[in-house]
């Protein structure tokens, strides 16, 4: 099992330094450079900030320099706003972002989790049809409709709540519901299928024929099964939820490591697109990784096979 | 004294070719300490009519009848009625040790689980009379068997395991469904001895299924021959075996391996198949497959009821004739 530990551990060591130089030599390859962009700076300032950031250097050697100092956890300078570092400018936004995915995460949960049980006790019946039809409404919606149709609706039609911004509780509903609604339609639709699935099984006969009730038989006996696929699915979910709120975060404004990432990307700012690259793909490949311990955790049945695969 | 009487007990299913009868018109009783054996081929009804003891029938199905026990009918028992009495009163062994128990659980875990849900016990009672059930069964470390979960035993531990969970509640009715035929034939018996032993001490009553009418011939006191969901034939073991009145039990008694010639050239087996799902023959619907079948026979149907624990569904029983022709 350690054994499996370590090798799963060093998977996503070597997927990070793949996606990081892939990053790095992609942002060389588009045409256009930092600071050649409408600007007009003489020659020699143009130049001098090169030198500065030592991108008269041959690529290869920034990529070494690059790689070299992030294993110390820096990220180096900003390119454009050259009196913060990146990694200033990351810890500035990623807590908002953090928080943003973390409500999105718990309002996937509770309306997932909620729906998919209530279509999975009553499969085939009217409750069960009501539950899959919101939710593959909410699969079928990218956030880039669902948020401003929400907008339009209780920002603007019926003013219950600010349109933009994320400072007043009030402000953070819509964002949270157009970045977790299709979580919330995913988890329903596998939580469903788990329950239906547990349901037929000879051990849930073997539960009632103990004498407990309904309710404790899916408490005690059918989730331990169902929750499984659920479990497995929250850590991609976090990584995502975590990292893929740049379109909500862009539609309402928020002042999240997202709308960096954007602006970055706009101002070909290397350091800061590599960056918040390297920061995000951390973040994911760590959430995979705890999923996949999770998962082992739950079930006896690999985690007592030495070594046992877990695609 | 009667501990269970079925009466009139019809059993349908749903299907999508219309409805299935799993069980027509059953009635039978059962005594209290009394092992009843149920034999019969596969698909005629025998796990139908258990889990309708039971009431655990999937929703697509239709039962009639009566299923008295303990002074009430079974039948119209509701979810609650049905709690209080499963897994307390009335308990099941069911034929896969390996599905019927909860992967992701601890055997002890599982075992108790009846002990604690109907308040018979406190946690470390349970625990305790589970090592003690499981040692008396010829378990050798019962107490590392408890923290295991299922495939981390053989199938012997399992099926002992499930066999625990049935009786430690002591129930006064035990409905085993082919308990031991995943098991290999030593294993299998220590089994069987075991369930005699502890029916005979605790005076539960046993209905007991299966196909093998040899593990029958070993276990129970009284004998129910089934066909096509109907019961053909019942009587004290020893009557049965030694003069069945219904062709069908003949042919099962003589395909019998203990039974057979040795000197003969071929096996005995019972002639023809089991007619698929849902058709069921006119008359005697047996008379297919008889050797000794009438004309009368493709028409009607008779019982012949010499006393409520003595009976046949062959009208040819009363001349005995059906054996010489
Ligand atoms: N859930 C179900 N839905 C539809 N038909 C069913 C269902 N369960 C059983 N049947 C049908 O009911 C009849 C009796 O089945 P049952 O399982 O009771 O037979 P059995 O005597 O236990 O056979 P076996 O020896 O194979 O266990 C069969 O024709 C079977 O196809
Ligand atoms: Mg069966």
Known sequence: MIQWAIRRVLQGVLVLGFVISLTFFLIRLAPGGPFDRDRNLPAEVQEKLLETYHLDQPVFQQYTNYLGRILHGDLGPSFIRSDRSVNQLIEAGVWITFELGVYALFYAMV????????????????????????????????????????????????????????????????PVITLGSVYASYLARLMRTGIVETQREDYIRTARAKGLSEGAILIGHTLRTALIPVMNFLGPAAAALLSGSFVVETLFQIPGLGRFYVQAAFNRDYTMILGTTVFLSVLVVTFNMLSDFLQMAMNPRIRLQEGGDLS | MKRLEVRGLQIGFQTDQGWIPAVRDLSFDLGVGEILGIAGESGSGKSALALALMGLLPSNTQVRGKV???????????????????????????????????????????????????????????????????????????????????????????????????????????????????????TQREVLIWMQKWIRASGASLVFISHDVGVLSEMADQLMVMYLGQGVERGSLVEVLKRPHHPYTDGLLRSLPAMQDRNAKHFYSLAGHVPPGGSIPSGCSFHPRCPAVQDLCRTTEQMLEINQERWTACMRAKEGSWKSS
Request: glycine share 10%; with cysteine.
């Open chain 1, 111 to 174: 309306i997932g989790l909620t729906l998919g049980i209530w279509a999975g006790t009553h499969e085939g019946t009217w409750q069960d049809r009501l539950a899959m039809g919101m939710s593959l409404l909410g699969m079928g919606l990218p956030s880039f409709l669902l948020g401003p149709l929400l907008v339009w609706i209780f920002g603007m039609k019926l003013g219950w709540v600010p349109v933009s911004g994320w400072d007043s509780p009030a402000s953070k509903i819509l």
């Open chain 2, 68 to 186: 008295l026990f303990q002074g009430g009918d079974l039948l119209q028992n509701n979810a609650e009625s049905w709690r209080k009495i499963r897994g307390s009163k009335m308990a099941m062994i069911f034929q896969d040790p390996m599905s019927s128990l909860h992967p992701y659980l601890r055997i002890g875990d599982q075992i108790i689980e009846p002990l604690l849900i109907h308040g018979l016990a406190n946690p470390k009672q349970a625990r305790e009379q589970a090592l003690a059930c499981l040692a008396e069964m010829g378990i050798s470390d019962p107490k590392t068997m408890l923290q295991q979960y299922p495939h981390e035993c053989s199938g012997g531990m399992r099926q002992r395991a499930v066999i625990a969970m049935a009786v430690l509640a002591k129930p006064d009715l035990l409905i085993a469904d082919e308990p031991t035929t995943a098991l290999d034939v030593t």
